[in-house]
């Protein structure tokens, strides 16, 4: 199975703060990852799909990046509806794993 | 619009079963692939099953392999996950999620339903 390592797990920012989290695979998964958004009680919501290409509909304030094993998404400007908790997710083979979670909050 | 609205959860004992279901509408059911996944209360995400389109193939997580069972009428538009032998550590939101394809005809979990929460305690 691939594991996914995600990092921090947790972080404090401020709004207009820029965000990196990271994303890290146990073998290489080209760019077979995908980026979820959750806000309490709700379902996850994808925000950028192949590592880098953004969801439609999904502000252009989200990014990724990376390939292979190692991967970013970043939050340019963050705003208070950002607050949440972002996964990635590999879809290159199954299972299907996901990273542990990033809690996004405010500072 | 997408639609993926599950039903059946609900308070098992351990050891008993339960049937998921997830209606679908707003796109062409039988042209997709589609899955569940679960979270525990307070934890994070866990892929558990898909089926194939047409059905014909299916996998699963290791820790329900033997005990759950994906299935789906395309005529219904409605996906199931037959649980069995249910244990506490199934405890879960258990959500329903469409394949969307890439820019590469890889498929990724681009949909999703608002999840039917499961719960195993004697």
């Known amino acids: 199975d691939i594991q996914m390592a995600q990092s921090p797990s947790s972080l404090s920012a401020s709004i207009g703060d820029r965000v990196t989290i990271t994303c890290r695979a146990s073998?290489?998964?080209?760019?077979?990852l995908v980026w979820f958004q959750q806000k309490p009680g709700k379902a996850p919501k994808s925000l950028i799909y192949?590592?880098?290409t953004l969801q439609s509909g999904v502000p252009s304030k989200f990014s990724g990046s990376g390939s292979g094993t190692d991967f970013a998404l970043t939050i340019s400007s963050l705003q208070p509806e950002d607050f949440a908790t972002y996964y990635c997710?590999?879809?290159?083979?199954?299972?299907?794993?996901f990273g542990g979670g990033t809690k996004v909050e405010i500072k | 619009q997408v639609q993926l609205v599950e039903s059946g959860g609900g308070v098992v004992q351990p050891g008993r079963s339960l049937r998921l279901s997830c209606a679908a509408s707003?796109?062409?059911?039988?042209?997709?692939?589609v899955h569940w996944v679960r979270q525990a209360p307070g934890k994070g995400l866990e892929w558990v099953a898909v089926?194939?389109?047409?059905?014909?193939?299916?996998y699963y997580i290791d820790s329900v392999k033997g005990r759950f069972a994906i299935s789906r009428d395309n005529s219904k538009s409605t996906l199931y996950l037959q649980m069995n032998s249910l244990r506490a550590e199934d405890t879960a939101v258990y959500y329903c999620?469409?394949?969307?394809?890439?820019?590469?005809?890889?498929?990724?979990?681009?949909?999703w339903g608002q999840g039917t929460l499961v719960t195993v305690s004697s």
């Open positions: 999620a469409r394949d969307q394809p890439d820019d590469s005809s890889a498929y990724f979990l681009g949909f």
């Open positions: 707003g796109f062409t059911f039988r042209s997709y692939g």
């Open positions: 089926i194939w389109h047409d059905g014909s193939k299916k």
């Open positions: 073998q290489d998964i080209n760019n077979y």
């Open positions: 192949g590592a880098s």
């Open positions: 997710q590999q879809y290159k083979s199954y299972p299907l794993t």
